[in-house]
Protein backbone atom coordinates (compact mmCIF):
# COMPACT_ATOMS: atom_id res chain seq x y z
CA UNK A 1 0.00 0.00 0.00
CA UNK A 2 1.49 3.58 -0.70
CA UNK A 3 0.71 6.25 1.26
CA UNK A 4 -1.67 7.64 -1.71
CA UNK A 5 -3.83 4.33 -1.47
CA UNK A 6 -3.70 5.11 2.64
CA UNK A 7 -4.66 8.98 2.32
CA UNK A 8 -7.62 7.41 0.03
CA UNK A 9 -9.09 4.48 2.23
CA UNK A 10 -9.11 6.83 4.94
CA UNK A 11 -10.28 9.79 4.45
CA UNK A 12 -13.00 11.17 6.22
CA UNK A 13 -13.51 8.32 8.06
CA UNK A 14 -12.88 8.82 12.10
CA UNK A 15 -10.61 5.75 12.95
CA UNK A 16 -10.92 4.96 17.01
CA UNK A 17 -8.12 2.29 16.84
CA UNK A 18 -8.10 1.74 20.74
CA UNK A 19 -12.12 2.50 21.36
CA UNK A 20 -11.57 4.77 23.73
CA UNK A 21 -12.07 8.45 24.33
CA UNK A 22 -13.18 8.51 20.17
CA UNK A 23 -11.31 9.52 17.12
CA UNK A 24 -7.75 10.75 18.35
CA UNK A 25 -4.94 11.53 16.34
CA UNK A 26 -2.66 9.55 18.25
CA UNK A 27 -5.11 6.57 17.15
CA UNK A 28 -4.73 7.31 13.74
CA UNK A 29 -0.93 6.84 14.24
CA UNK A 30 -1.68 3.95 15.56
CA UNK A 31 -3.80 2.45 12.71
CA UNK A 32 -0.52 3.66 9.98
CA UNK A 33 2.18 1.62 12.51
CA UNK A 34 0.12 -1.42 11.75
CA UNK A 35 -1.20 -0.69 8.40
CA UNK A 36 1.46 1.08 6.72
CA UNK A 37 4.50 0.83 8.62
CA UNK A 38 3.56 -3.23 9.77
CA UNK A 39 5.41 -2.43 13.19
CA UNK A 40 3.77 -3.61 16.60
CA UNK A 41 1.96 -1.30 18.50
CA UNK A 42 3.77 1.30 19.93
CA UNK A 43 2.93 1.66 23.76
CA UNK A 44 -0.04 3.63 24.93
CA UNK A 45 0.50 7.43 25.90
CA UNK A 46 -2.78 7.30 28.18
CA UNK A 47 -3.15 10.80 29.00
CA UNK A 48 0.23 12.16 28.40
CA UNK A 49 -0.63 13.37 25.32
CA UNK A 50 0.82 12.99 21.43
CA UNK A 51 3.58 14.78 22.31
CA UNK A 52 4.92 12.05 24.09
CA UNK A 53 5.75 10.36 20.65
CA UNK A 54 9.36 12.66 20.20
CA UNK A 55 9.40 13.32 23.98
CA UNK A 56 9.59 10.01 25.69
CA UNK A 57 10.87 8.09 22.10
CA UNK A 58 14.04 6.11 23.76
CA UNK A 59 11.85 5.24 26.92
CA UNK A 60 9.47 3.46 24.73
CA UNK A 61 10.96 0.14 23.68
CA UNK A 62 8.55 -0.58 20.44
CA UNK A 63 9.72 3.08 19.26
CA UNK A 64 12.80 2.96 19.75
CA UNK A 65 13.55 0.13 17.91
CA UNK A 66 11.40 0.32 14.87
CA UNK A 67 11.75 4.34 14.41
CA UNK A 68 14.46 6.47 14.33
CA UNK A 69 13.81 10.01 16.29
CA UNK A 70 14.87 13.20 14.57
CA UNK A 71 15.91 16.57 16.10
CA UNK A 72 13.77 19.12 15.64
CA UNK A 73 13.74 20.27 12.21
CA UNK A 74 14.42 23.61 11.11
CA UNK A 75 11.95 25.99 8.80
CA UNK A 76 12.62 24.51 5.07
CA UNK A 77 13.96 21.46 6.25
CA UNK A 78 12.13 19.00 4.38
CA UNK A 79 10.54 16.17 5.95
CA UNK A 80 9.88 12.87 4.31
CA UNK A 81 6.37 11.94 3.19
CA UNK A 82 5.28 9.45 4.98
CA UNK A 83 7.01 10.80 8.73
CA UNK A 84 5.18 11.19 11.67
CA UNK A 85 5.14 14.34 12.59
CA UNK A 86 5.17 15.46 16.26
CA UNK A 87 4.01 19.00 18.05
CA UNK A 88 4.50 20.23 20.65
CA UNK A 89 1.13 21.24 23.69
CA UNK A 90 0.30 24.60 23.52
CA UNK A 91 -1.92 26.38 25.81
CA UNK A 92 -4.99 25.87 24.31
CA UNK A 93 -4.07 21.70 23.58
CA UNK A 94 -2.07 20.23 26.23
CA UNK A 95 -1.42 17.21 24.35
CA UNK A 96 0.13 18.37 21.42
CA UNK A 97 -0.21 16.86 18.23
CA UNK A 98 0.35 14.49 15.88
CA UNK A 99 0.02 13.35 11.96
CA UNK A 100 1.32 11.87 9.05
CA UNK A 101 3.43 14.12 6.07
CA UNK A 102 1.94 14.16 3.01
CA UNK A 103 4.26 16.55 1.68
CA UNK A 104 6.31 19.86 2.62
CA UNK A 105 5.98 22.81 0.34
CA UNK A 106 8.58 25.37 1.86
CA UNK A 107 7.68 26.23 4.70
CA UNK A 108 4.02 24.85 5.04
CA UNK A 109 3.39 20.84 5.86
CA UNK A 110 0.49 19.18 4.29
CA UNK A 111 -0.66 17.20 7.39
CA UNK A 112 -3.02 13.91 7.00
CA UNK A 113 -4.37 14.14 10.82
CA UNK A 114 -7.56 13.58 12.90
CA UNK A 115 -8.73 16.08 15.28
CA UNK A 116 -9.58 14.59 18.62
CA UNK A 117 -11.40 17.73 19.80
CA UNK A 118 -13.74 18.37 16.55
CA UNK A 119 -13.99 14.32 15.86
CA UNK A 120 -13.93 15.06 12.31
CA UNK A 121 -11.97 12.57 10.77
CA UNK A 122 -9.18 12.17 9.06
CA UNK A 123 -8.27 15.09 6.93
CA UNK A 124 -5.35 17.09 5.04
CA UNK A 125 -4.45 20.16 6.77
CA UNK A 126 -1.83 22.69 6.31
CA UNK A 127 -0.12 23.74 9.10
CA UNK A 128 3.66 25.47 9.88
CA UNK A 129 6.71 24.39 11.49
CA UNK A 130 5.46 26.70 14.84
CA UNK A 131 5.45 23.92 17.27
CA UNK A 132 6.80 21.08 15.95
CA UNK A 133 8.66 18.81 18.16
CA UNK A 134 10.54 16.58 15.69
CA UNK A 135 9.32 13.50 13.18
CA UNK A 136 10.08 10.06 13.45
CA UNK A 137 10.44 8.02 10.54
CA UNK A 138 10.61 3.75 10.00
CA UNK A 139 14.48 2.48 10.27
CA UNK A 140 14.98 1.63 6.59
CA UNK A 141 13.50 5.17 5.68
CA UNK A 142 16.45 7.79 5.61
CA UNK A 143 15.98 11.12 7.06
CA UNK A 144 16.17 14.04 4.39
Same mark, same amino acid.
Given at each position: ?9 NYG ?12 ? /? ?5 ? #? ?6 ? *??? $?? &? ?14 ? /? ?5 ? #? ?6 ? *??? $?? &? ?29 LEQ ?30
Open positions: MTLGDFIISKKIDFDNYAGAQC /VDLIRHY #CKVMLEIP *QPE $PT &GNEGAFTFFTKHNQRP /VQKQYLD #CVEVCAVG *QDI $PS &GAIIVFKPTLSNKFGHIGICVRVDGSLIYLDGFQQDGVKISVWSYNNVLGYLVKKEAKCA
